[in-house]
Nanobody
Framework: QIQLSESGGGSVQTGGSLRLSCEASGPMYCMGWFRQAPGKAREGIASIEIGRIPTPYPSAMKGRVTISEDVAKNTIYLDMNNLMPSDTAIYYC??????????????????????WGQGTQVTVSS
C-alpha cells in the first residue's frame, strides 16, 4: 500500500517561509502540491514529473514557491516564501504512480492522482 507522508507545515507570520516535504513509500511517476482553505475548493500549486524540469503553473502562489525533488528519497519539496494570510490552508501532496505526461500537469493531477497525503496545516498570521 503506497503512502504519502507530508511534513513541514506550521505557523508563520506574514512574509515568512516554510518548506513542505512529501515522501512516498515507493517510486512515483509524478507528484504535486495542492491546498484547500476552509470553504474553498482544493487548488493546485505545482507538480513535477519525477526526473524532469517542472512545468510552470500560474497558481495563486506563482513566483513565491519552488517545487523540487529528491529522486533517491521518493520525496518532493515545496519551498514557500513571502507567505501571506491568504495562504493559510491545508496543503496536500498527490502522486501518480504511472501515467502520461499530460496527467502530471497540475490541474490534471488533481483529478488523476492515485494517492493523496493526509495534509499538513499552514497558518500565516498578520
Amino acid at each position: 500500500q503506497i503512502q504519502l507522508s507530508e511534513s513541514g507545515g506550521g505557523s508563520v507570520q506574514t512574509g515568512g517561509s516554510l518548506r513542505l516535504s512529501c515522501e512516498a513509500s515507493g517510486p512515483m511517476y509524478c507528484m504535486g502540491w495542492f491546498r484547500q482553505a476552509p470553504g474553498k475548493a482544493r487548488e493546485g500549486i505545482a507538480s513535477i514529473e519525477i526526473g524532469r524540469i517542472p512545468t510552470p503553473y500560474p497558481s495563486a502562489m506563482k513566483g513565491r514557491v519552488t517545487i523540487s525533488e529528491d529522486v533517491a528519497k521518493n520525496t518532493i519539496y515545496l519551498d514557500m516564501n513571502n507567505l501571506m494570510p491568504s495562504d493559510t490552508a491545508i496543503y496536500y501532496c498527490a502522486a501518480l504512480q504511472t501515467g502520461r505526461r499530460y496527467s502530471c500537469l497540475t490541474p490534471n493531477l488533481r483529478t488523476e492522482a492515485h494517492f493523496w497525503g493526509q495534509g499538513t496545516q499552514v497558518t500565516v498570521s498578520s
